[in-house]
T-cell receptor
Framework: GAVVSQHPSWVICKSGTSVKIECRSL??????MFWYRQFPKQSLMLMAT?????????EQGVEKDKFLINHASLTLSTLTVTSAHPEDSSFYIC???????????FGPGTRLTVL | LAKTTQPISMDSYEGQEVNITCSHN???????ITWYQQFPSQGPRFIIQ???TKVTNEVASLFIPADRKSSTLSLPRVSLSDTAVYYC??????????FGAGTRLTVKP
């Protein structure tokens, strides 16, 4: 149990376009989901905390108008990278909090490459 | 500032026991200690979680002293496939789940 999926697993886009990444909790309801970004050889950096039905809380330095987060249901959160630029190329990972064991479970990640 | 401090890297050999220690001097009363394993280009995988004393599961043990200011992840008899980055997280899982730098474990034959 406690499986989190992400779609797509990788995406390549042109500079200036927008990309949407989905994060789903497959076998549990997640009231809280987290979005992280990871650059090569670095640790995960928390971008935002997303609670179902409310606005996401963004970490300092993360532009909320550029990284749009929607958490419309207890099993789905989306991250949209708007007007993507090459510096947005990174590995994006979501996680979902499963209250049953008070543990976070992570998705497999999405590799974004902006040309 | 990161809430946790771990060694940047460790080397071991197949079959040995590996202990990775994490310092978390400012741990709060409600915080749990959770360890994750990450392979390249994959999301972190949950290993073990504890609050105090000792926790053991099928893959690892977690030792937490009484003051909870540190914790030690113990991996028995590591294999080459245990080469990965190991992260210690401290939090209550509802917020403030920030990763430290992690420990890069290399298991050699």
């Amino acid at each position: 149990g406690a499986v989190v999926s992400q779609h797509p697993s990788w995406v390549i886009c042109k500079s200036g376009t927008s990309v949407k990444i989905e994060c789903r909790s497959l076998d549990f309801q997640a009231t809280t989901m987290f979005w992280y970004r990871q650059f090569p050889k670095q640790s995960l950096m928390l971008m935002a905390t997303s609670n179902e039905g409310s606005k996401a809380t963004y970490e300092q330095g993360v532009e909320k108008d550029k990284f749009l987060i929607n958490h419309a249901s207890l099993t789905l959160s989306t991250l949209t990278v708007t007007s993507a630029h090459p510096e947005d190329s990174s590995f994006y990972i979501c996680s979902a909090h499963w209250g049953g064991t008070d543990t976070q479970y992570f998705g497999p990640g999405t590799r974004l490459t902006v040309l | 500032l990161a809430k946790t401090t771990q060694p940047i890297s460790m080397d071991s050999y197949e079959g040995q026991e590996v202990n990775i220690t994490c310092s978390h001097n400012n741990i709060a009363t409600n915080d749990y200690i959770t360890w994750y394993q990450q392979f390249p280009s994959q999301g972190p995988r949950f290993i073990i979680q504890g609050y105090k004393t000792k926790v053991t599961n099928e893959v690892a043990s977690l030792f937490i002293p009484a003051d909870r200011k540190s914790s030690t992840l113990s991996l028995p008899r590591v294999s080459l496939s245990d080469t990965a980055v190991y992260y210690c997280l401290v939090g209550d899982n509802n917020n403030d789940m920030r990763f430290g730098a992690g420990t890069r474990l290399t298991v050699k034959p």
